[in-house]
């Protein structure tokens, strides 16, 4: 019997999601996983949509970090990538030479500031990234030399 990863991201609750509170702080680790997913409504959980109706999505990265809160986390963070920190993703691919996000790769994430505010909308949040492609590993079998 196989059991697929899905099922025991829904018995562990998954990773902790990456907090960006206040300007400074950062986010950095390997990455495990990238998809995309359906943006959803804070208060709500309902799914949101575009005027014409078509649905608004994100970018979902899952992370290895070294940051732990207890006993009980594994150090994972999941980064729910809006507009400009997608914007700072694709900026920092560009600056790394590459085209994709790759997983093994190691990936920073910083809050540097906050945009113009918008009537009766709280600043954007501004981001900058750091992408480094993962690694080439080679395995040597010293048993033949």
């Known amino acids: 019997m196989t059991i697929d990863n899905t099922v025991n991201e829904l018995l562990t609750g998954g990773s902790k999601a990456a907090r960006f509170d206040n300007i400074g702080d950062v986010v950095e680790g390997q990455i495990i996983s990238a998809t995309t997913r359906q943006e959803t409504d804070f208060a709500t959980g ?16 899952e992370l290895q ?36 996000l790759q997983e093994g790769a190691t990936l920073k994430i910083k809050y540097v500031g906050d945009g113009e505010a918008k009537k009766g909308f709280a600043p954007p949040k501004e981001f900058k990234a ?13 048993d033949d030399f």
């Open 46 to 61: 309902e799914p949101l949509t575009f005027s014409d109706g078509q649905p608004r999505m994100q970018l979902v990265i």
């Open 65 to 100: 970090t070294d940051s732990a809160d207890g006993a009980d986390d594994d150090g994972r963070r999941t980064v729910y990538c809006k507009w400009r920190t997608t914007q700072a993703i694709k900026n920092a691919l560009r600056e790394a030479g590459a085209k994709t």
């Open 130 to 142: 750091k992408y480094e492609k993962p690694t080439a590993v080679v395995d040597i079998d010293l």
